[in-house]
């Protein structure tokens, strides 16, 4: 079987971590895990990922922070970002896009359709630049 895509997951929390690695890797996804910010920039020093799944909360540099960082670098600009979160608060997804995430993904995951969720970002992002909208809106309330 080939591998679908390369996904970089950064989240400090072991078990979250490993359940959506475990879900994506038996839907045929290639898995980077990374514990924290800095691991994941240690990582995106020698491959480029298709997409990175994003923990918001995480201990050293936040997310948002990192996703800010990363957008702001020519290097890692065009990479989309999911953030990846346990944050479902109103506001809290507007804050995710203003930081420069391209989409956005409530944990915990429904492990039915997450393959799906990344699926259709992936392949969002994949559409000519043309042809796509840059920055998907949030959904209204």
């Known amino acids: 079987m080939s591998t679908?895509?390369?996904i970089l997951i950064i989240d400090d929390n072991v078990m979250n971590l490993v359940v959506a690695a475990?879900?994506?890797?038996?839907?045929?996804?290639?898995?980077?895990?990374?514990e924290s910010a800095?691991?994941?920039?240690?990582?995106?020093?020698?491959?480029?990922?298709?997409?990175?799944?994003?923990?918001i909360q995480m201990r050293g540099m936040d997310g948002l922070t990192f996703t800010r960082h990363l957008k702001a670098d020519p290097a890692y600009r065009q990479i989309p970002i999911?953030?990846?979160?346990?944050?479902?608060?109103?506001?809290?997804?507007?804050?995710?896009?203003?930081?420069?995430?391209?989409?956005?993904?409530?944990?915990?995951?429904?492990?039915?359709?997450?393959?799906?969720?990344?699926?259709?970002?992936l392949q969002r992002n994949a559409a000519p630049k043309g042809l796509q909208t840059i920055r998907p809106l949030p959904p209204s309330r």
Not at 22 to 34: K, S
Not at 41 to 48: G, R, S, Y
Not at 95 to 117: E, L, M, N, V, W
């Open 4 to 6: 679908l895509a390369t």
């Open 22 to 34: 475990d879900v994506l890797e038996y839907a045929g996804y290639a898995v980077i895990r990374a």
């Open 38 to 55: 800095g691991e994941a920039e240690a990582i995106l020093k020698n491959t480029k990922p298709a997409l990175l799944l994003m923990d």
């Open 82 to 121: 999911v953030a990846l979160t346990a944050f479902a608060m109103k506001g809290d997804e507007q804050k995710a896009y203003d930081a420069g995430c391209d989409g956005y993904i409530t944990k915990p995951i429904d492990t039915r359709k997450f393959p799906g969720q990344v699926a259709e970002i």
